[in-house]
């Protein structure tokens, strides 16, 4: 039974300044309405686009945490990671890395989501998918496996590179599924949300390895998604 606030454990490191990890994650979806129960892996003095910072493991107080966790029957209604969960999947990721390019074919992107989900996740999603016939546009592509369905959603290709994007990215993503939206508008939100960010933060100048601009746009979370860039595979 779910709980009458969606709870999320969030397992990801803490960086101490920048905006990426859990202080991109906590706040979005909190925003959104989910209870966000955070489990650092690691403290970092600063998001690895700075130089000379520092880190502390937390692997031995994790386990602490969750026994803690356990003693008190805590149920969450996702579990969110930055992290992959084998080495399978790591390899699997890395492959697609390596092989990546604007010219790659739609057919051969599903199989990747194909392969990604045969591992165990429900939903897979690729981001900063080009689209051949427009360079001013870029995609995100994902499979369900519970309808087997592929979705793609299209949209602007802003030449920017702001640490902790794909953090925002994923929060947004899963802050809409467990508010209930269906997997293509939870898409459509993040890529208008991720556009909207990144062009307010790009518009001002500030240094790239700062992070987006987030308290600026948080409150669009909470405003309806008005279009549907979305399209069925």
Not at 137 to 147: E, G, S, T
Request: hydrophobic letters at 40%.
């Amino acid at each position: 039974m779910r709980t009458p606030v969606p709870r999320l454990a969030a397992i990801h490191d803490l960086s101490c300044f920048g905006r990426a990890a859990l202080m991109v994650v906590i706040p979005i979806l909190s925003t959104m309405g989910i209870q966000v129960c955070p489990l650092p892996t690691e403290v970092f003095s600063t998001h690895g686009a700075f130089p000379g910072y520092k880190r502390i493991d937390l692997t031995e107080p994790m386990q602490g945490v969750i026994d803690h966790w356990r003693t008190l029957a805590i149920r969450f209604d996702a579990i969110y990671t930055g992290f992959l969960g084998s080495v399978r999947q790591m390899e699997v990721v890395t492959q697609f890395i390596q092989d990546f390019s604007p010219d790659i074919q739609e057919t051969e992107l599903k199989d990747w989501l194909l392969r990604l989900a045969d591992h165990g996740p429900e939903i897979v999603i690729i981001t900063s998918v080009p689209v051949p016939q427009a360079e001013n546009q870029i995609a995100v592509m994902a499979y369900n496996r519970a309808d087997r369905r592929f979705w793609k959603v299209t949209g602007e290709y802003i030449p920017a590179n702001f640490p902790g994007t794909g953090d925002a990215f994923t929060s947004v993503v899963t802050g809409s599924l467990l508010q209930g939206d269906s997997l293509p508008m939870a898409l459509d939100r993040a890529v208008q949300f991720l556009s909207l960010a990144i062009r307010t933060t790009r518009d001002h100048s500030s240094p790239e390895r700062e992070g987006i601009f987030l308290e600026r746009v948080l409150q669009h979370l909470t405003t309806p998604v008005v279009s549907s860039s979305y399209e069925a595979l």
